[in-house]
């Protein structure tokens, strides 16, 4: 009989139930391409409300069962899944989720004796076929793998215990194949299986070889001597950054080897006091961090659920337990356990999982009561002995150190997001000269929370600043050098210095940063932003035209109206810090509606595709139409990302308006007293022309202060140029004299000196913009709408 193929599906899905891969044994199952389904909530292809496949990511590290999916084609399909939890060295978490697709028949069972020796033998046993796909495991193997035959059957090694050890069994199992001589590996594949593992070719009566016997020792579950954690198990214990990871890990590690149950309760809040384990006994709030049995087992029956509160009794004993602050030992006849396990819903797990022995063991971390650990035994095991309570606390230590560093991580990273984001804007300034959409993504690493940031300012004469910068390293001290950055861009900005100019003087402030904090901490990397890149863009919508210098920073797009997307070639100036190196700016003039988009580097940092790839992904999910700016924030982030970033992003996309002439009103006026009635005038006229009459008096009489002063103080030529922006309107007046005006308190007998300080008292907003040759002195004030 021929043998039809065997494949396997396999899709990854990330914390936030968003697939972000998707194989193609996944296509050839569901039919569904990967573009179709990847940066999608994965629930979205269920075909029915599954409670199993709803319930599995919330509180275990893997998960099996079967659950109905939807074909492209309509079909529903029931499916039997394995699903793993992982995390990655950078600290990002996924799952995932494979199953076996296969239309082989089950290879005939052998004869009865043959039979029974492969399932009662004392060692576990995996029979894998040519194609490295389990086909049989017997009782003591899915014991150790706390999985059933049915959930492996199909699958290869590497996806029922994903890892580096299975990658490596897989290949001797290929030698094996291919050679028909046995092969021995010193790994181990998972906890409750031996360090040493051979594989036997299984050679049919012609000496072909057909399959490979996987067969390894497995320690004695109920001798305390060979459960003595080994160095690998018990490194395993603690060191990672999530606590809900790590109490799990704890699980992981004791079932089933020392025992049948655990659940892991903690305290919501630590007490004040470290060297205080726990008040006096009274009702204590907990809550689960982990729930894990043998065999497996969850749902109502089993109770609280990871991640939900349970309020502990006074009489309880987790509550006992964390005020004596050492391990206690009980039978589960015992009356106070009784009424516990019978009130109490926290305590369902002991009643569901037929345990007849309990030990429950404090949480302890320098002094400090972190929460309770209760392990549970079956009635087919001996109850716990003063050995095992001995290791059950060698392993609680482990993860309580764990735990602990993992909140000491949560809150650090906490602060800091909480830094950045206060550091960041809450709400674009309103300005008319573009439309603006941003996004901002922290980084999902162990390093925590980068640097980036963007900003929006308003300018003089109805111009905009963008800013987009990427602060180097990660954590508190980026966010701290961050806000002050922003802030002096801030600074430098309100007082109109052109874009070369600000950057030049933001490389100072950088390297006087350094130097301050070099000499506090010589040991600190990066102090003070060195290596900080920075991106400098003012559009004028009166001219059209955009004036930008970069730090370093990588270039902007441009997405002009008939659909022409390109890069600005924007001088590469060296990033911040560096000192001496001059800084170019580069200006266009921009067609209204072009689209500009300012981003950081770690929107192209992925680990799946190059950076051609990714800018190639980047110019299309730009350059196709979209109903809104937020919409295409969305859509290039969705294309470029099939995980939670390793690097902060910072994104800003803006759609460029203009002001045509119908609202810039401008006159040549001569250096003569004699033009100050004149411009009044002027102004008179275009205020009645645009409607705005009620604000005439005030418009003219700043007017006739900033001709004034013009005549008096500056040189030729002058110019007068009014400009009406939404609610906004600006009264300019241009001489080409470098001279700045001051305003200042004229004495009580003094002729002149009270110009500007009218001008401040009747303006909202009023400055000096220094040209390349001359100033403009401007004034703003707010007037109804027309």
Same mark, same amino acid.
């Given at each position: ?349 002991? &009643? ?5 022995? !309990?030990? *429950?063991?404090? %949480? $302890?971390?320098?002094?400090?009561? +972190?929460?309770?650990? #209760? ?114 861009? &801030? ?5 109109? !210095?052109? *874009?070369?100019? %600000? $950057?030049?003087?933001?490389?100072? +402030?950088?390297?006087? #940063? ?126 470029? %990302? ?9 994104? #800003? ?134």
């Amino acid at each position: 009989m021929e043998r039809q193929s065997t494949y396997t599906a396999t899709a990854t899905i990330d914390e936030h139930g968003i697939l972000t891969s998707w194989s193609e044994g996944a296509r050839r199952l569901l039919g569904y391409d990967s573009s179709a389904v990847v940066g999608r909530p994965a629930s979205a292809l269920l075909a029915a409300e599954s409670a199993a496949a709803r319930r599995a990511p919330a509180g275990q590290e893997r998960w099996n069962g079967t659950v109905p999916l939807r074909h492209r084609d309509g079909r529903s399909l029931e499916l039997g899944v394995l699903a793993h939890r992982r995390t990655s060295d950078t600290g990002i978490t996924e799952w995932l989720v494979v199953s076996a697709v296969t239309a082989r028949s089950q290879p005939p069972r052998g004869e009865p004796l043959e039979e029974w020796t492969f399932l009662q033998s004392p060692f576990p046993l995996a029979i894998f076929d040519a194609d490295l796909r389990l086909v049989r495991a017997n009782r003591r193997m899915e014991h150790a793998l706390a999985l059933p035959e049915a959930a492996m059957r199909g699958l290869s090694l590497a996806h029922i215990v994903p890892g580096a050890a299975s990658e490596e069994t897989n290949h001797s199992m290929r030698l094996a194949l291919e050679s028909g001589r046995p092969q021995e590996v010193r790994l181990r594949l998972g906890p409750g299986l031996g360090h040493a593992t051979v594989l036997t070719p299984l050679k049919d009566a012609d000496g072909s070889v057909r399959a490979v016997c996987l067969s390894t020792q497995q320690p004695a579950q109920d001798s305390a001597a060979r459960q003595r954690p080994s160095g690998e198990t018990a490194s395993r214990v603690g060191t990672v950054a999530d606590q809900a990871r790590a109490a799990q890990e704890l699980g992981e590690v004791t079932v089933p080897r020392l025992a049948d149950v655990i659940a892991v309760d903690l305290l919501d809040s630590l007490p004040t006091d470290a060297e205080e384990p726990v008040p006096q006994p009274g009702p204590v709030v907990l809550r689960r961090a982990a729930l894990r049995a043998f065999p497996a087992g969850d749902g109502p029956a089993y109770g609280t659920g990871v991640g939900e509160a349970i309020v502990c009794p006074a009489d309880s004993p987790p509550v006992h337990c964390l005020a004596a602050g050492r391990p206690l030992l009980y039978d589960t006849t015992d009356p106070a356990v009784v009424a516990w396990a019978a009130l109490d819903p926290g305590a369902a797990w002991l &009643r569901a999982s037929g345990a007849h022995s !309990l030990l *429950a063991v404090p %949480l $302890l971390a320098q002094g400090g009561t +972190l929460g309770v650990a #209760l392990f549970g035994r079956h009635r087919g095991r001996e109850p716990f002995g003063p050995e095992d309570l001995r290791l059950a606390e060698e392993f609680t230590a482990k993860a309580a150190i764990g735990i602990q560093q993992a909140r000491a991580h949560s809150r650090a990273r906490t602060t800091t997001m909480a830094l950045q984001r206060s550091l960041l804007p809450h709400k674009l300034p309103d300005q008319g000269a573009l439309e603006i959409a941003t996004r901002y993504l922290p980084a999902a690493t162990r390093a925590g929370v980068g640097g980036d940031w963007f900003d929006v300012i308003p300018l003089s004469g109805a111009r905009v600043a963008l800013v987009v910068g990427d602060v180097v390293g990660h954590g508190m001290r980026a966010s701290a050098t961050m806000g002050r950055l922003r802030t002096a861009v &801030r600074t430098l900005a309100d007082v109109d !210095l052109p *874009a070369d100019e %600000l $950057l030049t003087h933001l490389d100072d +402030l950088v390297l006087r #940063l350094a130097a301050d904090e070099g000499s506090a901490d010589p040991s600190a990397e990066t102090a003070g932003g060195i290596g900080t890149t920075c991106l400098y863009a003012v559009y004028d919508p009166v001219s059209r035209r955009c004036t930008l210098a970069r730090a370093g920073h990588p270039p902007p797009a441009v997405v002009t109206p008939d659909g022409t997307v390109r890069f600005l070639d924007v001088p590469a100036g060296p990033p911040l810090g560096l000192g001496g190196l001059p800084f170019e700016v580069f200006e266009t003039k921009l067609p209204e509606g072009s689209l500009l988009a300012l981003y950081t580097d770690g929107l192209f940092e992925a680990r799946d595709h190059d950076i051609d790839e990714a800018l190639d992904k980047m110019f299309r999910a730009l350059g196709r139409p979209a109903t809104s700016l937020d919409s295409v924030c969305d859509r290039v982030l969705t294309e470029l %990302l099939t995980h939670r970033p390793d690097d902060d992003i910072a994104l #800003l996309v803006a759609r460029t308006r203009a002001l045509h002439e119908d609202r810039v009103a401008s006159w040549e006026l001569d250096n003569a007293p004699t033009v100050v009635s004149l411009a009044r005038h002027y102004a008179g006229d275009q205020l009645s022309a645009w409607g705005l009459d009620e604000a005439a008096f005030t418009t003219e009489l700043m007017v006739s202060e900033l001709v004034t002063n013009a005549i008096r103080y500056g040189r030729p030529p002058i110019q007068l140029r009014l400009i009406h922006h939404d609610t906004k309107l600006i009264c300019e007046v241009y001489d080409s004299s470098g001279t700045t005006p001051h305003m200042r308190r004229a004495r009580i007998f003094d002729e002149g000196g009270r110009g500007l300080l009218l001008v401040a008292q009747l303006a909202e907003r009023w400055g000096t913009r220094h040209d390349r040759v001359g100033k403009t002195v401007w004034a703003e004030q707010s007037v109804a709408p027309v």
